[in-house]
């Protein structure tokens, strides 16, 4: 496990309004999805960190005292880096308020706290302890959750219990243990003239952990509600019927919370300020988060990681799904600039990674790696990856039979295939029809001089999925990984590594 930063991210980098979310304990980045949809919709350029201890960040001997969990969260507000509207819910509302300091002085920022955990008398907080650990002791299916909480959507449920189990018990004993007693208001205290915040407290009948006496009556910029009929997760249940949020113009449209769009978004790890950055683009049926291994490997190295979803995953929907389609859809992580020493490319991905070669600037150099790339498929190989991918959706497997197919994938990586497969846009499906001819060897032909290529190419003793690889083109390196299947990232990920050039300052 790592204690590396990361995050999920929606919209464009380049909106002119920018917001930051804090998910609660036992949570993580990718709980926000539907508010940060509603978000990025509004034009705002959203940003939810992992707090430490959650999504696999952890380390040993940790300190998880709510002051050092903002403290954690510091790199997201590094070269003046401001928010116009933070977030934050549950742990995560102690949390924000311990962000204040952080806030710049001369801008306006709104501070949103959902059911915030500011007073927990011993009782109470031994009570919520002891629930935590009995939901990660006894993980729950999204349709345990959707049967508990009929007002939620089955992805608001798929990612509760991708959440628990990203989390451990010690996590969930040492944030209580270090925090007692549990008492944030004084926080509210000294807040600058530039915050307005508002508290939105949940119905005390139905399990509020913030109520209004646990809110200070003589702050200035702070009011509160109580949402009667409404739980402790209010971003599930009511997120556009009750707006704090300013908006810059006079009427607003709410999508629905469950609707899916075309909304770019990211997952994210390391620091912003990294001297090196990559770019990964992962294949079909999978997500951004299924790069959480290698990112990893890669933020140890000093990288700050970028991992975009493509059309049609993550509960994008799209309407055209060439591989030219799917790749201008992602200029905006190449906008003001934007360069990577690093872009990796699988399946899927590669002819993606490929197409994205005339968005990189032509003076810095950029190492291109493709696992097992989708340049090449004949008629008949389509069809069995069209059946292929159509019979894994009529019935997502469970991360135990991944885990029995594929002994060398660890537990994690077969969670984020089932995640993958389960925020897959069925239509999108096109892919595989609206590329026919299957075919983007070309693609490697005029490689600008700047760019060098390596593919990755798994044993062909273990690979139904591709036709064909290059292995005597110019200027592409091509290597067969002998005893490897065709998911390179989980099954030998140091030969990913081994391609990546030290920085120059090492050689």
């Known amino acids: 496990m790592y204690t590396s930063i990361s995050a999920s991210q929606w919209g464009s980098p380049t ?38 201890g959650h999504a696999w960040r952890r380390g040993t001997d940790t300190d998880y005292r709510v002051s050092t969990l903002a403290e954690d969260l510091r790199p997201y507000f590094v070269m003046d880096t401001s928010y116009d509207v933070i977030i934050g819910h549950s742990l995560g509302g102690a949390v ?3 962000l204040l300091p952080l806030l710049s002085n001369t801008k306006e920022t709104t501070v949103i ?115 009667i009929g409404i739980g402790h997760w209010i971003q599930y249940e009511t997120i556009s019927k009750h707006d704090p949020i300013p908006s810059p113009s006079r009427t607003r449209k709410h ?77 905006s992580y190449f906008a003001m600039g934007t360069s990577y020493d690093v872009i990796i490319g699988h399946s899927l991905g590669g002819p993606v990674a490929l197409s994205l070669l005339p968005f990189l600037p032509k003076t810095q150099e950029t190492t291109v790696i493709l ?16 059946q292929l991918v159509l019979n894994e959706m009529s019935r997502i497997r469970t991360p135990e039979e991944h885990m029995a197919e594929n002994p060398a994938w660890s537990r994690r990586d077969c969670i984020l295939r089932v995640l993958g497969m389960a925020m897959y846009d ?19 032909k005029n490689i ?31 290597k067969v990984l002998t005893g490897i299947g065709h998911w390179i990232q989980y099954e030998l990920p140091r030969a990913i590594m081994d391609e990546i050039p030290l920085p120059r300052a090492k050689l």
């Open 15 to 52: 909106a002119s309004r920018r917001v930051l979310l804090i998910h609660g304990l036992t949570m993580s980045s990718q709980s926000w999805e539907g508010v940060a949809q509603l978000l990025a919709t509004e034009g705002f350029f959203v940003v939810a960190p992992n707090l430490l």
């Open 96 to 98: 924000t308020l311990s």
């Open 113 to 227: 706290l959902l059911d915030p955990a500011l007073e927990l008398t011993k009782e109470i907080a031994d009570k919520c302890e002891n629930w935590f650990l009995k939901e990660i002791a006894n993980l729950r299916t999204a349709d345990d959750h959707m049967a508990e909480n009929p007002v939620w959507s089955r992805g608001d449920s798929m990612l509760r219990a991708l959440g628990i189990s990203m989390c451990d018990h010690t996590v969930v004993k040492r944030i209580f243990e270090h925090n007692r007693p549990w008492s944030f208001s004084g926080l509210f205290k000294n807040v600058s003239p530039q915050v307005n915040i508002t508290v939105l407290a949940s119905d005390p009948a139905l399990g509020a952990i913030c109520h209004l006496e646990h809110v200070p009556c003589d702050v200035a910029r702070l009011r509160a509600k109580v949402f």
């Open 255 to 331: 999508p629905s919370h469950l609707s899916v769009d075309m909304t770019i978004s990211a997952s994210q790890w390391g620091s912003p300020t990294a001297s090196r950055r990559a770019l990964l683009i992962h294949g079909l049926t999978m997500s951004s988060q299924s790069w959480e291994g290698i990112a990893q490997l890669l933020v140890a190295d000093g990288f700050f990681v970028v991992a975009p979803n493509l059309l049609g995953h993550a509960w994008r929907q799209g309407t055209d799904y060439r591989i030219s389609d799917i790749a201008e859809d992602l200029r």
């Open 371 to 386: 696992l097992d790339p989708a340049l090449e498929l004949t008629e008949e190989k389509m069809k069995i990856n069209t």
């Open 426 to 444: 069925r239509t999108a499906i096109e892919i595989l029809r609206q590329n026919t001819p299957w075919s983007f060897t070309g693609l490697l």
């Open 448 to 478: 600008p001089p700047n760019v060098k290529i390596t593919v990755l190419i798994s044993d062909p003793k273990f690979n139904a999925f591709l036709d064909y690889v290059p292995l005597d083109m110019e200027n592409v390196n091509s």
